[in-house]
């Protein structure tokens, strides 16, 4: 096409010029516009077939069409209906999402349990990470998304020059490891705050969203493919736990929980279902408790000093309406916009399906929906209310907040009772 597309431009310019007629042009401009709407369809068409069963890869295929290509509007701040001076948001919006964890880790009950005694089937066996190899490196900066944002390398660039990349950054990454050592260079994330919802002058109604160095990514996708390989190996996540899984997505957990509730309606049992939302659960998740499950988890030695020092002092600044702000230090949560985050959050919160032997746990990532089925509606009930405190408790040993807010308990009855 690209060809006809020139052969187009020529002729074009040829009628500017006079020397064709343009019924000429029109004619073959308008038969080359349905063929690049064929191939367009067809193209599609294609790309559905092959993503066939898979919903992200669909939602990829469908966002990649109609994205929104305008850039957005400039962010306004107000603070007692007085507009904040552009120079200033940067300062405000770090500050503000800086301030959320320790505000959020300040409402936690305190409880004695300790966390030990819901960890079972200790790995016995040690994770070995063996020595990345150029080929490792080759993979992760294909499977790079296009990033061009501030402070990163094109992702285009990288791609381009990844002979070339690979053999000194698999022994940079070796050494990291062998020594324990993530660098400090690659902790740096700039976070760029995005509306939600409601009024768009409240700094309350934006969401930090992070991006980190390339050089990281690559890094952390290769340690993420070797932690990977030995937790399915070792059977380590919970079946449980459908969120940030290879074959397993939300429509994994749905069925799972519709299966579950069809089941107890069939037995003629009702069913008390409680869907739980963790507050800003990635943000204020403890290090000192990870490294505990880590460790149990078999992950040990330099390894393990590997993953808390890349959890260790995080900087972050954030870049709005093209002014930045100053870095803030961090020493809490898992890193926005980092592959090995979310893995490290699966392996913290592995172990909640210990805290109650009579709930069904469906999980996904922070969200956690629990179920339980009794024909006694009374017994249910109290069930439930028991079975539940199990789970806060388990949260507050976990220095976790619940979001009461996005809490919801639903029945599902075998016919209609009448509570007295």
Not at 153 to 176: D, G, R, W, Y
Request: aromatic fraction near 12%; proline fraction near 2%; include cysteine.
């Amino acid at each position: 096409m690209v060809d006809q597309i020139k052969y187009k431009n020529d002729l074009a310019r040829l009628c500017d010029k006079g020397r064709i007629d343009k019924e000429t042009y029109t004619n073959y401009r308008n038969r080359l516009t349905t063929a690049l709407r064929e191939a367009k369809a067809e193209y599609y068409a294609n790309e559905f077939s092959k993503n066939k069963g898979n919903i992200k890869g669909t939602w990829e295929v469908i966002n990649k069409n109609i994205k929104n290509k305008t850039k957005f509007n400039n962010v306004v701040i107000k603070e007692n209906d007085h507009i904040l001076d552009q120079k200033d948001l940067p300062y405000k919006f770090i500050n503000y999402f800086s301030e959320i964890p320790q505000k959020l880790t300040s409402k936690i009950k305190s409880v004695n349990t300790n966390v030990s005694q819901y960890l079972s089937n200790r790995c016995y066996k040690s994770f070995f990470m063996c020595p990345i190899i150029d080929k490792d490196v080759e993979l992760a900066i294909n499977n790079l998304k296009n990033c061009n944002g501030v402070h990163t390398i094109s992702t285009q660039v990288l791609k381009e020059s990844m002979s070339l990349l690979a053999v000194p950054l698999s022994h940079i990454f070796n050494l990291c490891v062998e020594q324990g050592y993530f660098p400090t260079e690659l902790k740096t994330g700039c976070i760029t705050p995005i509306y939600k919802k409601g009024d768009k002058n409240n700094i309350e109604n934006y969401r930090p969203v992070c991006s980190l160095s390339q050089f990281s990514k690559i890094f952390e996708k290769v340690v993420f493919n070797r932690m990977t390989d030995y937790i399915t190996k070792n059977s380590i996540l919970s079946i449980s736990q459908y969120g940030f899984r290879s074959n397993m997505n939300t429509e994994s957990a749905l069925i799972d929980l519709v299966d579950y509730i069809h089941g107890g309606l069939n037995k003629k049992s009702n069913v008390g279902a409680v869907f739980m939302d963790l507050s800003k659960a990635f943000d204020v998740m403890s290090h000192s408790i990870l490294k505990k499950k880590l460790e149990h988890y078999g992950f040990r030695g330099s390894f393990l000093d590997f993953l808390m020092n890349f959890l260790k002092d995080r900087r972050y600044f954030v870049s709005v309406n093209g002014y930045l702000s100053d870095e803030k230090l961090s020493n809490i949560g898992v890193p926005q916009g980092s592959t090995l985050g979310p893995l490290l959050f699966l392996l913290y919160v592995n172990d909640i399906t210990n805290c109650s032997q009579m709930l069904k746990f469906i999980l996904f990532a922070d969200d956690t929906t629990v179920l339980y089925e009794n024909s006694n509606i009374i017994k249910l009930n109290d069930t439930l209310v028991n079975e539940i405190n199990k789970v806060f408790e388990w949260f507050s040993a976990n220095k976790l907040l619940l979001n009461l807010s996005k809490t919801n308990a639903m029945l599902f009855l075998i016919s209609v009772v009448t509570l007295n």
